[in-house]
Every structure is written in C-alpha cells, then in structure tokens.
C-alpha cells in the first residue's frame, strides 16, 4: 500500500505550475494545514481543494476530477487495484456508534463493546440516499456534504435506530440531540491519499511528502520550495472553502432541497455478525 517515492516526472514545471493540483477531500477529512503548508512553500503551483462524498473517490480520480483523493477503507476491507491506483496510508480512526439521547447507550461514559449493541436495529446509509444521488464530480459545501448522513442521524435522533460512523465524520455532524461512543471489537478505518499511477508525477509525491510530514528542501523533494518571505503577498486574497490558503476549485452548488424522509432500516453493520441471544 506505501507507494510514495515512485516519482512520475513526467509532467513539465511549466505545466504543472499552470494547472496546479486538485486535491479531492471527503467528510471528516482536514486538509487546512497541508494547504497551508504547500502556499507557504510552494506559491508557484496552485492546490484547489474541493469536498465530495466518499462514494466516487476513485471514478474522481480516474476521470481527473481530483489528482489525489482521500481514501477511507474499512479495516479489512479489499485494497484499492495496486496495477491502477497508489495509496498511502495517512492514519486510522475508530468506528463509533451514534444513538438518541435517552437511549440506554448514553449512560456508557465512552465506549461500548458490539456485544453489548449487537442485537439493536442500525440504519444504513446507503439506504439514506436522498432521491436522485447527486453527480460524483461535482463538489458539494454546506448541508449537500454528507447528506445521507445528516438524514440517518435524524432518524437516530428520533430513537428509531442506531448508527455506525467513523469517528471524525460523526464528530463533523454532531447533534445535541445524539450521543456518540466509540465501539469495541469491531474493524475500524483506514484514511489515506491516492492517486492513478499513470498520472503520478513529481507534483503530487511532493504533496504526498507535505502530508506525511516532509521538511522543506528534504532531498527527496523533486521541487525548490520558495526561498523564505517569498511566498508573502502572493495567493492571498484567493483562498475560498479552505483555511490556509487553498483555493476552491468550482463554485459552491446551491442547495437541492430537503429529503421528504428516509426508510427505516433494520439492517445490521455487516462486519462482525450479531450473535443472537437465545
């Protein structure tokens, strides 16, 4: 899966320079210190930064709607097709549980194990899908990001069932109405980045290197930074959507609407099995 290092340099610095990089973000994810990062040191190539779902990563990254995407796999899960797709892993989240207030799960101070909630009715959120699914490659803002989401916690909210999240997407959509503890015993996520292997170039192993903590002017790095006091004065102004200095890649869409209501769904998180109790 550690792919970074296997540098494309294919792509000229002019060219590169003139159409910069699309970084395709997902629910949860915060890019706002790597964008800030690459402005600081490299002002010359622009970083749009735009927000999706996580369903469509890879078609976004085919299609080159995004040059690099986050990825959020469930532990265990099938990696991403190593012939088509690199991928570095950036860190793992804890999966938690979302329930209604004055559900027996409040009382537990932090965690509960999936033993304890194995026998309770979950919601899927592939089954939240507010009619029509929206277009993959257009970014969303606002309320249009994480929709199926948003309308599962409202049915969670109203104590008609419970619903598994990763953590950092359930703390993006937290409700005063909904408590969130995290589960025991169950596979958690893993978040990276990836990108086409045909289209890797220097530009995007340098961005790989800016998350994962590279220094500035590390001899791996296959682009000069600029010189220091440098990058002062230039891109300010036109940053929108991301803190740091990244620049919206497309307008934001207006909203669609509300959903005339979700299906309830009694369908269990598919990994581990509930063991009935006899």
Sequence with gaps: ????????????PQRAAQDGLKLGAIPGATPDKWASRWRDRYPRFRLSVDHYDDAGQLARLQEGTADVGYIRLREGEPDLDKDQFSRVLLYREEPVVCAAQDHWV??????VTWEEIAEESFLDVAEMAPGQEPDPHEPLAGAELARAERIALEVVASGAGLLILPNSVARMLSRKDVVIRRVEDIPGYEVGLGWLKEKDSDLIQEFIGVARGRKPGSGRSAITPAAKGAAEGSGKGSS???????????AQKKSRGKSSGPARSGRRPSSPKARRRR
Excluded at 1 to 12: N, R, V, Y
């Design 106 to 111: 409040a009382a537990a101070e932090e965690s």
């Design 240 to 250: 929108k959507g991301v803190k740091g200095g990244a620049e919206s890649g497309s």
């Design 1 to 12: 899966m550690e792919d970074e290092g296997q540098q494309g340099g294919g792509e000229s």
